[in-house]
């Protein structure tokens, strides 16, 4: 029983930072149909970012968070206006393509400036806690809890402002909300903004627990886009419930069964609930 | 007041969706545009509010409009129900109506005012704000559609084709609304097939025959015209 509670806590950690992630990916698709391959590099970008505004400029974990979210959410736009909008009424291929290479950009970018060597990003919250049997650390408490309270302020956002509406009617009809006044390339920035700034955060709760490399994103991208067929396309408590579904069969299943076929058990699963909910857990209509 | 002069609209290389269209509603009037399908009737609402680019001549209220961009053209008083009403389905009808009044937004009396007048024409839209907007009936839908336009307290409101599906008797009740509106003071400019009910409510009206104004006239005059009669009423 102790076991489970301690795989619970280590799947809690790891679905928090899947849901940032594929919260900014389902936000991008769900609005605007961009399947957004570059995203896990966003999430890298923003881990450098916080690196060097904690190692080089000193500024502290938190400021270096918020640093890293600003800036990931002025490159957000910066790709929205320069790559993806000119494509807005292109082929769908086209769209792709570009991700991929902006994906292929920021890798080589990062490698250039930063080097391909992993670095280990330091924590002041290193000390470990004990409670009820169970051992984490300070930074796993702090991932669930800072991804809970972001998650909170975006749900708040999105159904209790009316700029959060725009959002939702840009995504569901892009016509119908030109025609009330809303600038859909402004909504379309706005989206890019929050998205690029989600996995900023995500990137820098993770990085100190795990390591941070050019590289990093490529495994996270790949989760994040499993996560969000699995939770419905576009959907953003899809997304979500999608992630700690996908960590939880990562955690118990490399914990109960073999931890050689972790990736394999979580992938086994998300097949298994697609081939009965094909369009996934939160399907939009049609 | 609008005035457009030899309006024109070309997709691609195909023939003109609209040509040389001159076109004026003037304070307090209900004007009807009549024509059949693909007369030109949509592409003259798309070009009035900036979703298609357009060549010639639009002035509302002594400004030229032709160039702007949507949103500019919303908050100078153009409100638009478009063809196929254009909701947002999963949003309720509130937020929806809330969301017609977004040029709008920072005058919150002037918001919630907007909502009762909606919901003191349309009491069955009072009942279902609440609701997703794609769960309502198609009058119900056209209802919101309107209700949206007017959240954003235009001075010329433009409505495509409301009636479009509706049943008879939800076709009068939106066009006796839509007289309603008019009565106090929104400009209307109203694009049916409906001729004969259209007429009975607008005090002039333009035909539309493959891009171009063929006919224009008062409402009565247009009502006794034998082409009219012949094209759109049927008798």
């Not at chain 1, 080097?115 to 300070?138: C, E, M, S």
């Not at chain 2, 007369?39 to 298609?52: E, V």
């Not at chain 2, 839509?178 to 004969?196: C, D, F, H, K, S």
Request: proline share 4%.
């Amino acid at each position: 029983m102790h076991l489970f509670f301690q795989e619970l806590l280590n799947g809690l950690v790891v679905g928090s930072l899947y849901a940032l992630v594929a919260l900014g990916l389902a936000l991008v698709y769900g609005t605007m149909q961009i399947p957004n391959f570059a995203h896990g590099h966003l999430y890298m970008l923003g881990a450098y970012v916080a690196f060097f505004g904690v190692t080089v400029a000193h500024v502290g974990y938190w400021p270096a968070m918020l640093l890293a979210i600003v800036v990931l959410a002025l490159v957000g736009v910066v790709l929205e206006r320069l790559v993806f909008r000119p494509l807005r009424n292109a082929p769908e291929v086209n769209t792709i393509i570009a991700a991929v290479g902006v994906l292929f950009f920021l890798q080589t970018l990062a490698q250039v400036w930063f080097g391909g060597d992993y670095r280990v990003f330091p924590t002041p919250y290193d000390k470990v806690v004990h409670f009820a049997g169970l051992v984490a650390t300070q930074q796993q408490l702090i991932v669930i809890a800072a991804a809970a309270v972001l998650m909170v302020a975006l749900f708040w956002f999105l159904k209790r402002t009316l700029t959060g509406a725009t959002i939702e009617a840009v995504a569901q009809n892009r016509a119908g909300a030109a025609l009330v006044g809303i600038d859909p390339n402004r909504v379309s920035m706005m989206v890019f903004a929050i998205s690029a700034g989600l996995a900023a955060a995500a990137a820098t709760l993770i990085a100190s627990i795990s390591l941070i490399s050019p590289s990093m994103g490529f495994t996270v991208i790949l989760k994040a886009f499993a996560i969000i067929v699995l939770g419905g396309m576009g959907s953003v408590p899809g997304a979500i419930i999608g992630a700690y579904i996908l960590a939880f069969a990562e955690s118990f299943g490399g914990t109960y069964i073999s931890s050689n076929y972790q990736d394999a058990i979580a992938f086994g699963v998300l097949v298994l609930i697609l081939t009965f909910k094909p369009t996934g857990l939160f399907a939009k209509g049609t | 007041m609008l005035e457009i002069k030899n309006l024109g609209v070309r997709y691609g290389a195909a023939s003109p969706a609209l040509e040389g269209v001159d076109l004026t509603v003037r304070p307090g009037e209900c004007v009807t545009l009549l024509g059949a399908n693909g007369s030109g009737k949509t592409s003259l609402f798309c070009a009035l509010s900036g979703l298609i680019p357009s060549t010639g001549q639009i002035r509302f209220e002594e400004r030229e409009i032709g160039r702007m961009r949507p949103a500019a053209i919303v908050a100078l008083g153009i409100a638009q129900c478009p063809e196929g009403r254009q909701l947002f389905p999963d949003l309720s009808v509130e937020k929806n109506l809330r969301l017609g009044a977004y040029v709008g937004r920072r005058d919150r009396r002037g918001t919630e005012a907007a909502l009762e007048r909606v919901c003191t024409l349309f009491p069955d839209v009072r009942d279902k704000l609440r609701s997703p907007a794609g769960a309502l009936s198609g009058g119900q839908q056209q209802m919101v559609a309107i209700g949206r336009a007017l959240m954003a307290r235009p001075k010329l409101l433009l409505l495509d084709e409301p009636s479009l599906g509706l049943a008879p008797k939800l076709v009068e009740a939106t066009l006796d609304a839509v007289a309603e509106i008019n009565r106090a003071g929104t400009m209307v400019l109203l694009a049916e097939q409906n001729a004969y009910a259209a007429l009975s409510i607008a005090h002039r009206g333009y035909v539309l025959a493959n891009g171009r104004v063929v006919l224009e006239g008062s409402a009565s005059a247009l009502q006794q015209n034998e082409l009219v009669k012949k094209a759109f009423i049927g008798a």
